[in-house]
């Protein structure tokens, strides 16, 4: 068991049958309220002989011998109040939502209740949602959710095909100035290639800052981001790669806006973009 600054982490092999909550109350030294309530968030997993690793929130689980049980109790992230997220569109194999900035695509080890995949299984208990790609947790934008394996699939398919025109909008700092025939960012990423195509640019908001349209062409991490710290224009509000410290930002200056496909199920052209009134603060 590791105790640092109020996070507890308990990491157990169970010896005999017992109750899930209260083993762990008894190894963690936390009241067995705040354990129940942990599980209900997402912070225990279980690794049962055979199976695969899921997060465990019944608390009156009986775990048997040989089970594997694991707390990451963090006091800050379970007191996290989950943001408002949005479902714009609804089909009986994918459904597409607007992420608001700051919100997870889906759970870390710590819990999943600020996530937007937990959000929506809760919204609809009928339905197996899957992730099939994700934003960063400081950005905003559209996420599609798959309704099932065959969707998840298929949906995964075009994307790793580049199948789905994937359209971002960026706040950046200073003026670029682009042609007609736009900015090809092609810089390796991990030593992996990457592609990231601004499509057109003009003042934003702030005149001294300029509003990029830009098209995706591969998922590296944080790749738009990445691709324009190192072209000389961050985004703004970017912890990580910008110029933010001493600033106060409300967001990460980065939405995906628009994501258009041929459907693989009803064969149609689908576009989907994010209302107006749902588009983050430095659009608006």
């Known amino acids: 068991m590791e105790n640092k600054q ?56 009986k775990l048997a011998k040989g089970d594997q049980i694991e707390l990451f109790y963090d006091p800050k992230v379970l007191a996290m109040a989950p943001p408002h997220c949005s479902c714009i569109s609804e089909n009986s194999d994918y459904s597409v939502w607007v992420k608001p900035p700051w ?32 934003l960063d947790r400081e950005a905003s934008g559209l996420i599609l959710l798959a309704h099932n394996r065959n969707a998840a699939r298929l949906l995964s398919r075009l994307f790793q095909e580049n199948a789905i025109e994937k359209r971002y909008f960026a706040e950046v700092e200073g003026i670029l100035e682009i042609g007609k025939e736009g900015l090809l960012l092609t810089d390796l990423l991990d030593d992996k290639p990457a592609k990231t195509e601004i499509l057109k640019s003009k003042p934003a908001k702030s005149r001294k ?13 944080h790749q738009i981001r990445r691709h ?14 910008g110029n933010a410290e001493g600033k106060v930002y409300s967001e990460l200056h980065l939405c995906a806006w628009k994501i258009s496909f041929h459907s693989p199920f009803g064969k149609t052209m689908c576009d989907y973009r994010v209302p107006v009134d749902l588009q983050p603060s430095f659009l608006q």
Not at 209 to 221: A, F, K, P
Not at 228 to 241: C, E, I, N, W
């Open 228 to 241: 324009l710290a190192s072209h000389g224009h961050p985004v703004l509000g970017d912890p990580q790669y």
């Open 209 to 221: 800052n300029s509003l990029l349209d830009i098209r995706l062409h591969t998922g590296r991490l």
């Open 103 to 134: 919100m997870l695509s889906q759970g870390t080890r710590y819990g999943d209740h600020c996530s937007l995949l937990r959000i929506a299984k809760k919204n609809n208990r009928k339905i197996d949602y899957k992730l099939i790609h994700r």
């Open 6 to 61: 109020e996070i507890i982490h308990c990491n157990l092999r169970v010896e005999e049958p017992a109750k899930a909550f209260q083993l762990l109350a008894d190894a963690s030294g936390l009241p067995k309220e705040r354990i129940k309530h942990a599980m209900v968030k997402g912070a225990v997993w279980l690794r049962r002989p055979g199976a695969k690793e899921r997060r465990l929130r019944k608390a009156k689980f």
